[in-house]
């Protein structure tokens, strides 16, 4: 039975170096589907918090006939991992970075032997880049693509201490030099909308002149990267 595995998804999978999996907020389990098909795992765990997508995973497995080497877990972030399940990478993918910033502070104590975070955050991604830095894992590689309409980007990280600068936080360590296509075209939105709601707040009668120069700033430092 084939598997209808979005790019995104399959972009994350390429990334993956190590056997044994946890992949959290697992969209009907694809992912680790997918990846036993391609032999990429020999464990994996699909771990869903809502009841309807749990039973859309034990269902896609059982369908697929890996229920031995696929656990569907229904629980919040990382509660789903078990220290005996030795799990070596996890996948976080298509949620929004404060999100995915959570869930891995909430969590952190199961990530003492995770070697590998991949992370595929939809919005807000220097949220995530200073959670790595606060929980002493360092950025190896990054990428950043377009699907159906949104803009995902792809952080994978290993064990080990980083220091970021405000620029990196914002936009990454290894995209800007690549700057393709897909970083344009955001930072180009993203500019649009920060002269609009700089517009809007000084037209208030009230000024916010912290908020104006925080926003300032940013659009600086946007400015000078698409330069």
Same mark, same amino acid.
């Not at 919005?123 to 950043?144: H, P």
């Given at each position: 039975?084939?598997?209808?595995?979005?790019?995104?998804?399959?972009?994350?999978?390429?990334?993956?170096?190590? @056997?044994?999996?946890?992949?959290?907020?697992?969209?009907?389990?694809?992912?680790?589907?997918?990846?036993?098909?391609?032999?990429?795992?020999?464990?994996?765990?699909?771990?869903?918090?809502?009841?309807?997508?749990?039973?859309? @995973?034990?269902?896609?497995?059982?369908?697929?006939?890996?229920?031995?080497?696929?656990?569907?877990?229904?629980? @919040?972030?990382?509660?789903?991992?078990?220290?005996?399940?030795?799990?070596?990478?996890?996948? #976080?993918? $298509?949620?929004? $970075?404060?999100?995915?910033?959570? +869930?891995?502070?909430?969590?952190?104590? /199961?990530?003492?032997? *995770?070697?590998?975070?991949?992370?595929?955050?939809?919005?807000?991604?220097?949220?995530?880049?200073? /959670?790595?830095?606060?929980?002493?894992?360092?950025?190896?590689?990054?990428?950043?693509?377009?699907?159906?309409?949104?803009?995902?980007?792809? +952080? *994978?990280?290993?064990?080990?201490?980083?220091?970021?600068?405000?620029?990196?936080?914002?936009?990454?360590?290894?995209?800007?030099?690549?700057?393709?296509?897909?970083?344009?075209?955001?930072?180009?939105?993203?500019?649009?909308?920060?002269?609009? #709601?700089?517009?809007?707040?000084? /037209?208030?009668?009230?000024?916010?002149?912290?908020? +104006?120069?925080?926003?300032?700033?940013?659009?600086?430092?946007?400015?000078?990267?698409?330069?």
């Amino acid at each position: 039975m084939n598997i209808n595995i979005k790019n995104r998804l399959k972009k994350v999978a390429d990334f993956i170096e190590y @056997s044994r999996l946890a992949d959290i907020g697992s969209d009907h389990a694809y992912l680790p589907i997918y990846l036993v098909k391609e032999n990429k795992t020999n464990f994996a765990l699909a771990g869903e918090v809502a009841e309807g997508p749990h039973k859309s @995973s034990i269902k896609n497995v059982a369908e697929h006939g890996f229920n031995n080497f696929i656990e569907c877990r229904k629980g @919040s972030g990382l509660d789903v991992i078990k220290a005996d399940d030795n799990i070596e990478v996890i996948t #976080i993918c $298509g949620m929004g $970075g404060k999100l995915i910033a959570d +869930i891995l502070e909430e969590g952190k104590e /199961k990530l003492l032997r *995770v070697e590998q975070l991949i992370l595929q955050p939809n919005v807000a991604s220097n949220l995530v880049r200073e /959670k790595l830095e606060n929980l002493n894992y360092y950025i190896v590689a990054e990428e950043i693509l377009e699907e159906d309409g949104h803009i995902y980007e792809i +952080i *994978v990280a290993k064990k080990g201490k980083m220091t970021l600068t405000a620029e990196e936080k914002l936009f990454g360590i290894f995209l800007p030099q690549e700057k393709n296509k897909v970083f344009i075209k955001k930072y180009e939105q993203e500019l649009k909308k920060l002269d609009y #709601i700089l517009n809007e707040l000084k /037209k208030t009668t009230k000024l916010n002149k912290d908020k +104006i120069a925080t926003l300032q700033s940013k659009k600086n430092m946007i400015k000078s990267i698409l330069k």
